[in-house]
């Protein structure tokens, strides 16, 4: 992995994981580092792991001994720790949504730094960057350097059906396709609508229609 961003906030992070694999609590990096693991690119510079809610408390003991600082914010779906000002989120429900053992199957162990570690997989960090758009939040600029740089690592198909249900989501992907980063549609054969194209088509029609007189 290639992260010239911060490297104590990288020895923080390689802090963290040494504990929970060390008490042997199941985790899965995501965030910004997890889409350098894979190799991509990201404008945010962040710490996300994400572990099970039943191994909250667990996770928090454990890294408080290790000499960490916890905080439970009012936010439900994550509590923190703080290395001096460096800080990690310990999410337990990304996008509303528990994470559970199928969670963790759905990681590539990846190394981070010389320590190998289970990263969430390059389909699921771009389905959670998706749904993480609202009317509140939709700065689609970040979400373009993950697409482009893991494309060939995600499942597109996969994508489009766990975010079907998101208008945000949608206008994302039509605008990747405008792109030309990756087409809309699974087989990226529907036709876009240009004044030039509509104006062959309509030639087209009229030539059809004299035919048949």
């Keep these: 992995m290639d992260h010239r961003g911060d ?8 802090r963290v994981a040494a504990v929970l694999k060390q008490s042997e609590i199941p985790f899965a990096l995501g965030g910004s580092f997890a889409v350098y693991a894979h190799g991509g690119h990201s404008s945010e510079h962040d710490v996300d792991f994400l572990i099970r809610e039943q191994d909250t408390e667990r996770a ?14 009012p936010e439900d779906w994550l509590v ?7 800080m990690v989120d310990l999410i337990h429900r990304p996008i509303e949504t528990p994470v559970t053992d199928e969670t963790f199957r759905d990681t590539v162990v990846r190394p981070v730094d010389a320590i190998h570690m289970p990263v969430l997989s390059a389909t699921h960090l771009m389905v959670h ?6 009317q509140h939040y939709c700065d689609f600029a970040r979400g373009l350097p993950l697409a482009r740089s893991l494309r060939e690592q995600i499942d597109w198909d996969r994508v489009r059906k766990e975010t079907a249900h998101s208008p945000y989501a949608e206008a994302f992907l039509v605008l990747l396709d405008r792109l030309d980063v990756v ?4 087989t990226g054969e529907e036709k876009r609508y240009s ?5 062959k088509e309509m030639t087209g029609m009229d030539e059809r229609s004299e035919v048949a007189t």
């Design 7 to 14: 490297e104590t906030l990288l020895a923080t992070l390689k």
């Design 60 to 73: 928090l003991a454990a890294l408080v001994e290790a000499g960490f600082t916890a905080e439970r914010p």
């Design 80 to 86: 923190k720790v703080w290395d001096s000002d460096r």
């Design 129 to 134: 960057k998706l749904l993480s758009f609202s």
């Design 183 to 186: 087409p809309y549609s699974p």
């Design 195 to 199: 004044p030039a194209g509509a104006e």
